[in-house]
């Protein structure tokens, strides 16, 4: 296994990494410390940096692969649907905020459940990617 194909799968453990961070330790924290407009605030600051950085690392990762000329189907499917995901829900989140804002729940719920999806797929297929190697 060359170098940079591990550092494909390195990658990978790290977005693994940052959306269990997020998810298990941070946002449930979150909640249950700080009071609601202090939450709305955080979280604002905070996901759109998330769904940048996952896909930093997605592009990364899939720059590697065409550097180094390595092609595996697998992990250039892992790469483009983490960069397509992550991208669509950073641009989602100023209409899940302005939705919040104005007590648009069902919209609220709709894109939320887009960005809350699209999460567990990112973290689902990067998993599956690491657990085949």
């Known amino acids: 296994m060359s170098i940079p ?17 997020q998810t298990v330790i941070i946002a449930p924290t979150v909640f249950k410390v700080l009071k609601p407009s ?30 180094f000329g390595i092609y595996h189907k697998i992990q250039t499917i892992v790469n483009v649907l983490t960069i397509v995901l992550a991208l669509s ?4 989140v100023p209409a899940t905020n302005k ?23 990112i973290l689902l297929i990067n998993l599956f990617w690491i657990c085949i190697n």
């Open 38 to 67: 202090q939450t709305r605030d955080l979280l604002r600051g905070v996901f759109p940096k998330f769904f940048l950085i996952i896909s930093l690392i997605g592009f990364i990762s899939f720059f590697i692969a065409l550097l």
């Open 89 to 92: 829900c950073f641009f989602l």
């Open 99 to 121: 939705a919040k804002d104005e007590n648009n729940d069902k919209l609220f719920s709709f894109l939320h459940k887009i960005s809350v999806y699209s999460t567990m797929v």
């Open 5 to 21: 194909f591990k550092f494909q799968i390195i990658f990978s453990g790290i977005i693994v990494g940052i959306i269990l961070l």
